[in-house]
């Protein structure tokens, strides 16, 4: 079991209880709600620089296309 850490934020009372009513229709804790929103944010930010590289390997001219029936010799299917 990996150990955990604790975290404060500062937040206006307002928004605290609406995460809140938001974190109990979805039945999770606040935690819980929290930590997976960063975790989305972090999964964006990850597909992101997926896209960049992408567009440089594009703009380079060193992107490498394959066709279908290659793809699935290289994966083995």
């Known amino acids: 079991m990996s150990k955990t850490k604790s ?4 937040i206006a009372e307002e928004e605290l209880e609406e995460i809140k009513a938001f974190a109990d229709f979805y039945g999770e804790s606040l935690s819980e709600i929290m930590l997976n929103a960063v975790r989305e ?3 964006l930010w990850d597909d992101l620089k997926d896209v960049n590289a ?5 703009e380079n001219g ?8 290659e793809m699935e010799e290289r994966l083995g299917l």
Do not use: A
Request: aromatic share 4%.
């Open 7 to 10: 975290i404060n934020i500062r």
């Open 41 to 43: 944010r972090m999964e």
């Open 54 to 58: 992408y567009q440089k390997e594009k």
């Open 62 to 69: 060193t992107l490498e296309t394959v066709s279908m029936e």
